[in-house]
């Protein structure tokens, strides 16, 4: 199993940037495969991004594509998502994730952190 616990999410200006981090607990974190997902208020979870285990491939969301570049150091058991040229419909809850398979797999993903709110505000 692996814990998982975001932190980095505050209120930023709109156009802005910030760092989200998930810590991860376990000597495995490196077999995982990771992801961001964000809640908005009165929205169902959606996926924002992916990565795979070496950190050598990577997937997103049209919404975020080119903007929440998501990186991993397996070193430090740990997973970024650096959001940039913030939008108000970036606001939402951010979950990191987990998962044994594949990284575009976005139903699979079956550890869950407890996230991290991000609000933009114009």
């Known amino acids: 199993q692996v814990q998982l616990v975001e932190s980095g999410g505050v209120l930023v200006q709109v156009g802005g940037s910030l760092r989200l981090s998930c810590a991860a607990s376990g000597r495995t974190f490196s077999s995982y495969a990771m992801g961001w997902f964000r809640q908005a208020p009165g929205k169902e979870r959606e996926f924002v991004a992916a990565?795979?285990?070496?950190?050598?491939?990577?997937y997103y969301a049209d919404s975020v594509k080119c903007r929440f570049p998501i990186s991993r150091d397996n070193a430090k058991n740990t997973v970024y998502l650096q959001m940039n040229s913030l939008k108000p419909e970036d606001t939402a809850v951010y979950y990191c994730?987990?998962?044994?398979?594949?990284?575009?797999?976005?139903?699979?993903?079956?550890?869950w952190g407890q996230g991290t709110q991000v609000t933009v505000s114009s």
């Open positions: 994730a987990a998962q044994m398979g594949y990284y575009t797999e976005i139903l699979m993903y079956d550890y």
């Open positions: 990565i795979s285990w070496s950190g050598g491939s990577t």
